[in-house]
C-alpha cells in the first residue's frame, strides 16, 4: 500500500480546496472535483452541476467507473459538518482511497470568512486501514506536505495555510 502515494494526493486536493476557496466570493461554492492518480501520472476533473447533490452523484458515478483503472483518487467538495454545542462550520471534505482500502479517509478542513482555514485538519480512517495509517503518519504528512507544494497556484499559499493546517 503506497500511503506516499495516497499523502501526496491528499495534500495537493486539500490545496487545490483552499487555493479556490481563497480566490472565490463567499456566496460561490467548491465545484466538486476528483483527483485520479497512480504512480505515474493523475488526472483532475471537476463535476459541476445545478446544484450540489447533482455535483456529488456526477462525481460518485465517475469515481464508481473511472476508480478501476487507477491506484487511488482522492474527492474533494465543500460543505457544513456539525460541531460540538450544535453550531456547524464551512468546511472543505477530501476523502482519498488507494485500491487496497475499503473505505475511503476521510479529510476535514474548517473554512471561514474572510476566507481562512481554522483548526487543525481533522482526519479520520477507516477500521480497516487505521493501524496501517497510524504508523505511518510520518511519511503521509511528510508526502501530504509535498503534494500541497507541489500544486500550481495553491502551492505558494501553503507555508500561510500549514500552521493551521497541522496546528496543535
Known amino acids: 500500500m503506497d500511503i506516499k502515494l495516497l ?11 483552499l487555493y479556490i476557496g481563497s480566490v472565490t466570493k463567499e456566496e460561490e461554492l467548491l465545484v466538486p472535483f476528483c ?6 501520472r ?41 460541531l460540538q454545542g450544535g453550531n456547524k462550520s464551512d468546511a472543505y ?21 474572510p476566507f481562512k ?11 480497516d486501514f487505521r493501524e496501517v495509517f497510524a504508523n505511518n503518519l510520518s511519511i503521509f504528512r511528510e508526502a501530504f ?3 500541497a507544494k507541489s500544486h500550481k497556484l495553491g502551492g505558494e499559499s501553503w507555508g500561510e495555510w500549514e500552521p493551521t493546517v497541522f496546528s496543535g
Request: glycine share 6%.
Open 42 to 82: 493523475s488526472a483532475i476533473a471537476p463535476f459541476e452541476a445545478e446544484s450540489q447533490t447533482l455535483a456529488d452523484q456526477k462525481a460518485r458515478a465517475a469515481i464508481a467507473k473511472e476508480e478501476k483503472d487507477w491506484v487511488g483518487w482522492c474527492y474533494g467538495r465543500e460543505g457544513r459538518v456539525n
Open 145 to 147: 506536505i509535498q503534494g
Open 117 to 127: 482555514p481554522v483548526s487543525r485538519l481533522i482526519i479520520s480512517a477507516p477500521n
Open 93 to 113: 471534505v477530501i476523502e482519498a482511497k488507494l485500491k487496497e482500502m475499503k473505505q475511503p479517509l476521510s479529510l476535514i478542513q474548517l473554512f471561514e470568512y
Open 7 to 17: 499523502g501526496y494526493h491528499s495534500g495537493f486536493a486539500l490545496c487545490n480546496a
Open 35 to 40: 483527483c485520479f492518480f497512480d504512480a505515474e
